[in-house]
Structure formats: structure tokens, C-alpha cells
């Protein structure tokens, strides 16, 4: 079946770094969803692409949907002590329902 | 209050037994979803769900089952638990399409 694979595993920076975190899958994918888990809650929503090559910002937060629509990456500029969390990504391929598939996650802490 | 609410957040319970977790939104969302979280391995679907009449199996069903008592209602079931059970559940609905997934707080599930 189709598999995402996220990385890094984890890291570990100093506030005010920027951070970068890919996810790259063996097949295409229609949608790329990244998602931000705090301890102790649920993933909620940060970017959502739709389309090839598409470039989404959300504040300090960029994302992009790769050409070959088998990867995508978010960055974050300027990172500050509240980015600490579990970022994930998400992909929706066709022809299986479209079901959303979860990357492993990328746990990021950061240094004051 | 949180538009999808999940209940118990924690629960401990012995080999065997059986126990139910609910999920309930306020989103007038049709979908619903059940998902497991392990660490290192993502988020993996358990069930899904279209609507009141519609249940499906998602990739890891095998020792689930689950009921749609209302568009609102979406409850998970484990008829005899057992330890590699021992994991956080998260409820999730969406619109329509697979496009985005609103997420509950999470159940963390441990099976002794």
C-alpha cells in the first residue's frame, strides 16, 4: 500500500532557527495536509495544498506540494519556544477512496 | 466546548475486557474516522465512516468494531482488549471528501 515517509525523526534547535521537515511517498499523491500535534491534544490542521508545485504560507509557516506530487515540505522561519510539538503530514492519493495517509511524525523541540 | 469531544480521555482496563469509546461532534460533519496513534508509526485508520448507514474497515480493523448511533455519534469498541491495544485513539470527522480532518482530544487506551 502506499507509504509516507516523514523526516527528521525529530529535532532539536534553538529558538529562532528555521526548520524544515519533508515527507516523500512511493506514489502520487492528490493532497498534502500538515498537521501540528501539542501533548496531550489532537492534530489540528496548519496548511493544506491542493495542487502541484502550489506554495502555502501561513505565517511564520511555509509549505509546498511538490512537482512530482510525491513530496512535499514545510518550513518554519523564526522559530519560538510554542512551535514545540509533533508535526505531521498527511497525503490523499487517488484510486483507493482517498483515504488520508499519516507520515510518522517529526517531533520538534526548541531551545529558549 | 471542543467541536469534537471524546470520551473518557484516559482509561486503564484489564486483558479481556471489553470497553467502549465514544466520540460525539458538533460540526455537522457526515465523516467520521477512528484513528490510532503509536509513537514512531503516525496515525493509522481504524473505521470510517460517510454516513448513519455507512461503516468501513480501514487498515487496521482486525480486534475493532464500531457504531453510528447519530451523524453526531461515532463509538469505537474493543470486545476483548489486549495489551498491543495500548495506544492513543483519536476520533476525527470532515465534511466531505478526505480533504481535511477536524480532530478530538484523543483517548489514551492502556491494557494491562
Known amino acids: 500500500g502506499q507509504q509516507l515517509n516523514q523526516s527528521p525523526q525529530s529535532m532539536f534547535i534553538q529558538e529562532g532557527e528555521d526548520v524544515s521537515m519533508n515527507c516523500t511517498s512511493s506514489s502520487i499523491f492528490n493532497t498534502w495536509l500538515w498537521y501540528k500535534q501539542d501533548p496531550g491534544e489532537g492534530p489540528v490542521l496548519l496548511i493544506a495544498l491542493y495542487k502541484a508545485g502550489e506554495l502555502t504560507s501561513n505565517g511564520r509557516l511555509t509549505a509546498q506540494f511538490g512537482i512530482t506530487r510525491k513530496d512535499s515540505f514545510l518550513n518554519i522561519s523564526a522559530s519560538i519556544p510554542s512551535d514545540v510539538g509533533i508535526y505531521f503530514c498527511a497525503g490523499r492519493g487517488s484510486g483507493n477512496t482517498g483515504k488520508l495517509i499519516f507520515g510518522q511524525g517529526t517531533t520538534l523541540q526548541v531551545k529558549p | 466546548d471542543a467541536d469534537v469531544t471524546q470520551t473518557p480521555r484516559n482509561r486503564i482496563t484489564k486483558t479481556g475486557k471489553r470497553i467502549m469509546l465514544e466520540c460525539s461532534q458538533t460540526?455537522?460533519?457526515?465523516?467520521m474516522y477512528w484513528y490510532r496513534q503509536d509513537p514512531g508509526l503516525g496515525l493509522r485508520l481504524i473505521y470510517y465512516?460517510?454516513?448513519?448507514?455507512?461503516?468501513n474497515k480501514g487498515e487496521i480493523s482486525d480486534g475493532y468494531s464500531v457504531s453510528r448511533q447519530a451523524q453526531a455519534k461515532f463509538s469505537l469498541s474493543l470486545e476483548s482488549a489486549i495489551p498491543n491495544q495500548t495506544a492513543l485513539y483519536f476520533c476525527?470527522?470532515?465534511?466531505?471528501?478526505?480533504?481535511?480532518?477536524?480532530f478530538g482530544q484523543g483517548t489514551r487506551l492502556t491494557v494491562v
Open positions: 476525527a470527522t470532515s465534511e466531505g471528501g478526505w480533504t481535511e480532518a477536524f
Open positions: 460540526k455537522g460533519h457526515d465523516r
Open positions: 465512516s460517510f454516513d448513519v448507514k455507512d461503516i
